[in-house]
Nanobody, 124 residues
Framework: QVQLVESGGGLVQAGGSLRLSCAAS????????MGWFRQAPGREREFVAT????????YFADSVKGRFTISRDNAKNTVLLVMNNLKPEDTAVYYC?????????????????WGQGTQVTVSS
């Protein structure tokens, strides 16, 4: 059993930055691949970023590549998503998720636990 709590969302102007944090508790943090997904109103949830168990490998959706970074601190049981040069189309609820697997994944059906989400709103 893993519990995830996201924080750091809010309102920001286009071009600004936000840092989202995901705090995990429960099973050993190091055994899980981590991911971030987002869901805008009226749209399907989509992949944003993922990171492997050690934090040495990351992968991003094309829409955020070069603007977002993902990192993890296994000692603190946290994963971060730093979002730079935000655009209005980044507006969504952002979800932290964990997958009990060794390989990074972009598929939401391969993730086992999900946080409650945090709202990010980017104004024009």
């Amino acid at each position: 059993q893993v519990q995830l709590v996201e924080s750091g969302g809010g309102l920001v102007q286009a071009g600004g930055s936000l840092r989202l944090s995901c705090a995990a508790s429960g099973h050993t943090f190091r055994r899980y691949v981590m991911g971030w997904f987002r869901q805008a109103p009226g749209r399907e949830r989509e992949f944003v970023a993922t990171i492997n168990l050690s934090g040495g490998s990351t992968y991003f959706a094309d829409s955020v590549k070069g603007r977002f970074t993902i990192s993890r601190d296994n000692a603190k049981n946290t994963v971060l998503l730093v979002m730079n040069n935000l655009k209005p189309e980044d507006t969504a609820v952002y979800y932290c998720a964990v997958a009990n697997r060794l390989s990074m994944s972009m598929r939401q059906d391969e993730y086992d636990y999900w946080g409650q989400g945090t709202q990010v709103t980017v104004s024009s």
